[in-house]
Nanobody, 112 residues
Framework: QVQLVESGGGLVQPGGSLRLSCAAS????????MGWYCQAPGNQRELVAV???????NYADSVKGRFTISRDNAKNTVYLQMNSLKPEDTAVYYC??????WGQGTQVTVSS
């Protein structure tokens, strides 16, 4: 059983920054990938970024150059640094561990 707790969402103006955190607890293996997904109203949940245990990363084209994913295996925590935020980044952001474990989501709203 894995529990994921996200934090760091909120309201930010266009061009601003946010840092999301996701702390994992329970039966954690640092060899599993961790990632961030987002879901806007009326849309399907989609990949934002994923990071493997060794640090290799993959990003959605829409966030490349603006978002950075990182992880601290000692703390079982994954981060998403979000810079140059746009209104279209508004969504609920979910943390994912491995292939099946999801967090409860944190709302990110980009608006002036």
């Amino acid at each position: 059983q894995v529990q994921l707790v996200e934090s760091g969402g909120g309201l930010v103006q266009p061009g601003g920054s946010l840092r999301l955190s996701c702390a994992a607890s329970g039966s954690i293996f640092s060899s599993y990938p961790m990632g961030w997904y987002c879901q806007a109203p009326g849309n399907q949940r989609e990949l934002v970024a994923v990071i493997a245990s060794g640090g290799s990363t993959n990003y959605a084209d829409s966030v490349k150059g603006r978002f950075t994913i990182s992880r601290d295996n000692a703390k079982n925590t994954v981060y998403l640094q979000m810079n140059s935020l746009k209104p279209e980044d508004t969504a609920v952001y979910y943390c994912k561990y491995g292939s099946r474990s999801w967090g409860q989501g944190t709302q990110v709203t980009v608006s002036s």
